[in-house]
Structures are given as structure tokens and as C-alpha cells.
């Protein structure tokens, strides 16, 4: 998964997906915007949202940010725990 910083920052190192967010760029069909604790945005598709460990992620989000936050997902572990998350996710999911 290849990741930047939401200011536009240099690129992380890339994984087996190209999943990835800038302020500039469209959100591609199929995928949900969100944005991890430490700021960095980040793409998500859309089937990877029923794995058990994202919605752990996205109940904890919930408990500390509540349903009505406005604007994108906010997670609120770091990124390096949230891509290891997401890459694990996409390897179950095939």
C-alpha cells in the first residue's frame, strides 16, 4: 500500500496495493477516504470494510470521535499500525 503524507509529503514505502489519498486527488469509486491519527490520509476499498480488524479500528473511531463527525473517517491509531492492518486485510481478502 503506498502512502503520503497529507501535506503532500514525501512517499512511503509501497505494498502490495496502491491505495492512497493527496488533497488533491478524487476519491476512485469503490474506496473510502480516511485519515489515521498521526494525519496521514489514506484510501481504503470498500469490501475491505466488513474484515473484523478494520471494524475494530472503525468501532474504536467511533467510541472516541462518536457518528456525527463531519468529513472523513478519522482512525485513531497511527499510520504504521493502520497499514499493517489494511495490508493484512487485503491479504484474507484475496
Do not use: N
Not at 4 to 28: I, N
Amino acid at each position: 500500500m503506498a502512502w503520503r503524507k497529507r501535506s503532500g509529503g514525501d512517499q512511503l514505502p509501497a505494498g502490495p496495493s496502491r491505495c492512497y489519498a493527496d488533497d488533491g486527488e478524487k476519491v476512485p469509486r469503490g474506496h473510502v477516504p480516511m485519515v489515521t491519527g498521526c494525519g496521514e490520509r489514506v484510501l481504503v476499498p470498500v469490501r475491505l470494510l466488513a474484515a473484523p480488524c478494520i471494524v475494530e479500528l472503525l468501532d474504536m473511531a467511533a467510541q472516541s470521535y462518536g457518528y456525527s463527525q463531519p468529513g472523513v473517517l478519522r482512525i485513531t491509531c497511527d499510520a504504521g499500525h493502520f497499514r499493517r492492518v489494511v495490508d493484512g486485510a487485503l491479504e484474507r481478502a484475496g
